[in-house]
Structures are given as C-alpha cells and as structure tokens.
C-alpha cells in the first residue's frame, strides 16, 4: 500500500530545480533529445594522450564554458574540471528553482550536500617531481629536493582544486549558501547518497532548501590506469559508441564519463511559501553496505536489495503489491547498470530478490549506455532522467543491447525509448567498497 502522502508539508520534499552537464551536452533540453534519439557521447580520449592504454577512449564533456553561467568568473578563475561542471550545473538547478527572482527566506536555512570526487592531478609536474627527486645512489626520494621540485613546478591552486570538497566551496560562494554543508565520496554512488542523504537534513528541520548531486571527473591518467588494472573498463576500442554494452551478453565493461548533475530541494512548505513549482517529489531513500569485498558485489545481491527495499518503505510502497489498475506501485528504475559481467547480472538478481514475480512487469535501463559512467556524479544524472521520465511519460533506452543475456533477463528498454505512464521511479547506485543507496522519486500530487 503507498501512503507516503500522510506526511506534512513540511515533511514532504519537493524537486523545485535541475541542471546538468554530461557528455551528451550541458542544459536539460539538448541532453534528455540525445538521450530519446538514443545517441552515444563515447570518443577517443582528448583530455591526455591515451593512444597506448588498453582503453583509449571516454564520454568526455565537450565544448563547455561555464564563465556566461557566473556571476563572477573571476572568483572561480582557478576552478578545476570538476568544479566547473558543478557549477555549471548547479547554476541551471538554482535559476529553474527561481532562487534568484523569488529567494530563500533565510540563506543560513539554505544548505549544499555533494558526492563530489576529486579534481585532476596535475599530472605531468607530479611525475616530473617524483621522478627529478628519485636518488639512486641510495635508492630512494630525496625528500629535500622533493620539496623543491614541487614548490618550483606545482601550483598551490591546482592542487588546492584536487580535494574533493571543492566543488562545494565553488557552489557556496558563488550563491552566498551560508546552511549546511557535506561532501561524500562514496564511490559511484555517492550522488544518490548526497540526494537521499539531503531529503533526511530537510525532513529533520535542519534546513529549508538543499543544493544536492554530484560532480567528478576521472579522465586523467591515474583514473583510467587505475580502472584498466582493475579490468572494469571496456577494452572495445573499434567503435567506442558500441562499447558500453549493459545487460548485454557481449558487455565487457564500462566505459568512463564526467560531468555533473544538481538538484534543488526543498520542504514543500518552503517552496510554497516562495511561489515554487515542484517538479516532483523525493519520497525514499535507502542505503547499505555490503559487507563483502572492495571491488565485487556480495554475488546474492543482498546490499543492492536492502538499499531498494528501505527505499520502499521509507516511501509506504509494497515492492509486491500492485495499484489498483494492475500496474506495480514502482514504474520504472534506473538501473546502476555499469555494463560489467558482475554489476548487471547481480543489480537484475537484487531485483527480482525486491519485487519477485512483479520484477519482469518492471523497465529497467541504463542511460551509461550512452552518457557512460559519470562515476561520483552518475547517481544524481541518472535522478534527473527519473525526474524526466515522470514529467515526459518516456523511458530512456538502454543503447547497444544485441545478444540477450540468460542471467540479465529484466525488461532493460533494448535500444529505444518507449512511452510510458510514470509516476514512481527508483535510481540505483551502487560504488566500489559495498555502499549502495537507492532513491525513490514520485509525481508530486497536492
């Protein structure tokens, strides 16, 4: 039975704002087309020389300038890749909310809560530093000339711009958020965290407004060395827009994306109060640990499972129940959907374990078929498109699916977006070390 609708105004959560910038382009409009006509923002790697990697090629953000979103682009002169997409994504979210011409009634109520990952290194004076300072007359660093190397060839503001937190202090000046402010970095899924975690901060009465996602870019060196010798990047360089495959038989593993994705949240007494239109509203949130191992799912899909289903009663619905016209209470999810032999086959075990024989009733897709995996910024992307859906009555597809997989034998969306009636949705995220938070977002009825 869904009785989510019992809680009070200023209880219930609303989505008043969105923005995003993702491979596919950097404003609402342009990237929900790409993704309804099913393209790909997959390409040969431009962001360093990539030609001798087992994977050369990412969804990388092009063409994007975020200086006409800014009040001053010159207090974000230093901004990294990263902190640039949250703005710019933040700055969409915050003019949809109408922030600017019908503001916060008190911006020390207004709060930001990010899973945000780090910066870009700077990589080719960070070798040359460890590399000028290797002594191998005893076989060490010269931790002196270290020192040296470093001050002479790094800048303070590049490496200031490599913590994760960054992004938040960008998006507090720039919108003067004087409220609470969090930044995790729980791999993968740490937007889906920020946004479920953000509602809990709102329902406590500890803020009126929330700036909630994620940003991250891992298009650098150490990023993909670290994912290919981890074996979780597709090595199907011969067509990068094939390459990520999720639920396919032929998957062979993710392929890297950036960007951001933004929200704004906010009690539905306070978006009332201020003349705001919600766009939906955010009504469960689970999390859990897998307690398994770093790098693989526990194989029964236990975590993914727990985290969907205290989402579902966080939001009063019955994962087996059925509305009143036959349909489930839950209309579509936003599959994690990595495109790796392991995520796929256990997020549809997860699933089935969650809605039993109401399972195969169910859509599931993965937009990372097309945007690729934004890493700490996939979960609040992928939100969006649940946002979307809701508002639109489409489903994204899941893009390059050929050859059915016996153990991925959900209804995935193969290749085509398909016109739906949505009302509720569920977002998944599931990241490296166990953590998995699932969101459950439905139409906002008054």
């Known amino acids: 039975m869904n009785t989510h609708g019992q809680r009070t105004d200023s209880e219930r959560v609303v989505v008043t704002g969105m923005g995003w910038v993702t491979p596919l382009g950097h404003d609402i409009e342009t990237v929900w087309g790409a993704l309804m006509r099913g393209e790909c923002g997959m390409a040969p790697i431009t962001h360093f020389d990539a030609r001798t990697f087992p994977t050369s090629f990412a969804a990388e953000v092009k063409g994007?300038?975020?200086?006409?979103?800014?009040?001053?682009?010159?207090?974000?002169?230093?901004?990294?890749?990263?902190?640039?997409?949250?703005?710019?994504?933040?700055?969409?979210?915050?003019?949809?909310?109408?922030?600017?011409?019908?503001?916060?009634?008190?911006?020390?109520?207004?709060?930001?809560?990010?899973?945000?990952?780090?910066?870009?290194?700077?990589?080719?004076?960070?070798?040359?530093?460890?590399?000028?300072?290797?002594?191998?007359?005893?076989?060490?660093?010269?931790?002196?000339?270290?020192?040296?190397?470093?001050?002479?060839?790094?800048?303070?503001?590049?490496?200031?711009?490599?913590?994760?937190?960054?992004?938040?202090?960008?998006?507090?000046?720039?919108?003067?958020?004087?409220?609470?402010?969090?930044n995790c970095l729980t791999a993968c899924a740490a937007s889906t965290q920020a946004i479920g975690e953000a509602c809990s901060i709102l329902r406590g009465a500890e803020a009126d407004v929330m700036i909630a996602g994620g940003a991250h870019t891992m298009i650098h060196v150490l990023g993909i060395t670290g994912f290919n010798r981890l074996t979780a990047l597709s090595t199907a360089g011969d067509d990068p827009t094939t390459a990520s495959r999720p639920f396919d038989l032929t998957r062979g593993g993710f392929v890297m994306g950036e960007g951001a994705g933004m929200v704004i949240l906010e009690t539905l007494s306070h978006a009332r109060s201020r003349g705001a239109t919600p766009l939906a509203e955010l009504i469960g949130f689970g999390s859990s640990a897998d307690s398994y191992r770093i790098t693989d799912i526990?194989?029964?899909?236990?975590?993914?499972?727990?985290?969907?289903?205290?989402?579902l009663a966080q939001a009063g619905i019955d994962p087996r129940g059925r509305r009143p016209d036959g349909r489930p209470w839950v209309d579509y999810i936003s599959a994690h959907g990595t495109?790796?032999?392991?995520?796929?086959?256990?997020?549809?075990?997860?699933?089935k374990r969650v809605f039993g024989e109401l399972a195969r009733d169910i859509p599931m897709s993965s937009v990372k078929s097309m945007l690729g995996h934004l890493i700490a910024a996939a979960g609040a992307v992928e939100f969006i498109t649940c946002v979307l859906a809701i508002e639109r009555g489409m489903l994204p597809p899941t893009i390059n699916y050929t050859t059915p997989d016996p153990e991925c034998d959900l209804d995935c969306v193969p290749n085509t977006p398909r016109k739906a009636q949505v009302d509720t949705c569920l977002s998944n995220s599931f990241g490296f070390g166990g953590q998995n938070d699932t969101v459950c977002v439905t139409r906002f009825v008054e």
């Open 64 to 182: 994007f300038d975020v200086a006409p979103q800014l009040k001053d682009p010159r207090a974000h002169s230093t901004a990294g890749l990263n902190s640039q997409f949250a703005l710019g994504a933040a700055a969409q979210a915050w003019a949809q909310a109408g922030l600017s011409e019908r503001p916060a009634r008190n911006m020390r109520r207004v709060g930001i809560y990010l899973g945000a990952g780090e910066g870009v290194i700077d990589t080719p004076n960070y070798l040359a530093t460890n590399l000028g300072a290797w002594d191998p007359a005893i076989g060490k660093t010269n931790g002196v000339e270290w020192a040296k190397l470093g001050h002479s060839l790094m800048g303070a503001a590049s490496e200031i711009e490599q913590e994760p937190n960054m992004p938040l202090a960008h998006i507090a000046r720039e919108f003067g958020v004087r409220g609470p402010s969090y």
């Open 339 to 351: 495109g790796t032999k392991e995520n796929d086959s256990i997020e549809t075990l997860a699933v």
């Open 298 to 311: 526990q194989p029964e899909g236990r975590g993914a499972a727990a985290a969907m289903l205290q989402a």
